[in-house]
């Protein structure tokens, strides 16, 4: 065998579907901006059948993935005969350069990454570690900068189209025939077959039946696997901009995570770069209707709090933000 494994013998990896990751490396760190900046890595991924590809994943996710892997695999908290010593995550580090952190993880990342893809068929199969490998529709979209890490001759990527095989992908049932009104819908008829791309919002997805794609509305199917979370990255705050006479409202796509609380300084500094050219104050409204002045993290708690009374789209923050110039005292309600 070509690559080294620690699996317990040859006919072990003979098991394994073709689409398995058994390789992974950084090519690369890319620079994102979310409520402050931060850096994600390139990742390529060969599988057992020999394609290649591109993902890409911030270190949280591997946090989030070494969490569930010791939650059921791990020495203290599995199940035997399930249980085994899973390789050291590199710690959080919360001080220091960002830039710097990043470079300094990438080969303690890509030696997690060799030690976990050694690991048992089992492990190797397990459906949280398949998903964090998965090229995702936003992973195959992006175009990778500089591949700084890759040999020459590994640069001309070959996509690979089914990443997962057809019994573990996105997919859903349609209940009904639907005929789209416009060439971008997806034609459906009652018990057809999508495989799922993703939510383009709450009420319509993105997929594929045979050579077509399209979208089409949600409630016309019957999900029998949903996406991945990972899927939803693009999440929307909604902002409205209190510009002396008149109210501007506008939806900020950010990468992050919509349950996430972020710093007051984080998310002031997101809304001066939205509006340059303005000293900015931000606020909430409480529940008269009033506004109320942010100032610090404590006020940030708040505003969460009480933005989760009020249902909102999926792929939009459980809280709405207030905008006005610093100077503007006449939008709070002064009367005593």
């Known amino acids: 065998m070509s690559l080294p494994r620690q699996l ?51 270190y949280s996710q591997f946090f989030a993935l070494q969490t569930k892997l010791e939650e059921n695999y791990g020495p203290e908290k599995g199940i035997a005969p399930y249980i085994c010593t899973l390789p050291e995550l590199p710690p959080k580090i919360f001080v220091g350069n960002k830039k710097d952190i990043a470079e300094t993880r990438i080969p303690l990342l890509n030696g997690y990454m060799k030690r ?3 690991s048992p068929v089992w492990l190797l199969l397990d459906e949280d570690l398949r998903l964090f490998y998965y090229q995702t529709l936003s992973d195959s979209e992006r175009i990778p900068h500089g591949l700084r890490r890759l040999r020459p001759q590994t640069r001309k990527v070959k996509k690979n189209s089914q990443p997962i095989s057809d019994g573990d992908r996105p997919r859903a049932e349609s209940l009904f025939d639907f005929k789209g009104n416009a060439s971008m ?36 199917v019957r999900i029998i696997k949903n996406l991945p979370e990972e899927q939803h990255q693009v999440s929307l705050l909604r902002c409205y901009f209190h510009d002396h006479d008149r109210c501007l409202i506008r939806d900020i796509s950010l990468e992050e995570d919509v349950r996430k609380c972020p710093s007051y300084k984080n998310l002031l500094g997101l809304i001066r770069n939205q509006f340059p050219d303005a000293e900015v104050a931000l606020n909430m409204r409480d529940t008269d209707g009033e506004l109320i002045r942010l100032m610090d993290n404590s006020d940030m708690e708040l505003l969460i709090t009480r933005g989760k009374l009020t249902p909102r789209a999926k792929n939009y923050f459980p809280w709405e933000l207030h905008v006005t110039h610093q100077d503007d005292l006449e939008v709070y309600k002064t009367e005593t």
């Open 116 to 118: 976990l893809l050694n």
């Open 185 to 220: 819908e997806l034609n459906l008829k009652c018990g057809d077959l999508i495989y799922l791309l993703s939510w383009v919002n709450r009420e319509w997805l993105e997929g594929t039946v045979g050579n077509r794609t399209g979208i089409f509305p949600a409630s016309f």
């Open 8 to 58: 317990r013998d040859e006919s072990d990896f003979e098991q394994l579907p073709e689409d398995v990751p058994v390789s992974a490396h950084i090519a690369d760190m890319e620079e994102r901006r979310g409520f402050s900046f931060y850096y994600t890595f390139v990742i390529e991924v060969k599988t057992k059948g020999g394609s290649k590809y591109f993902i890409y994943r911030r």
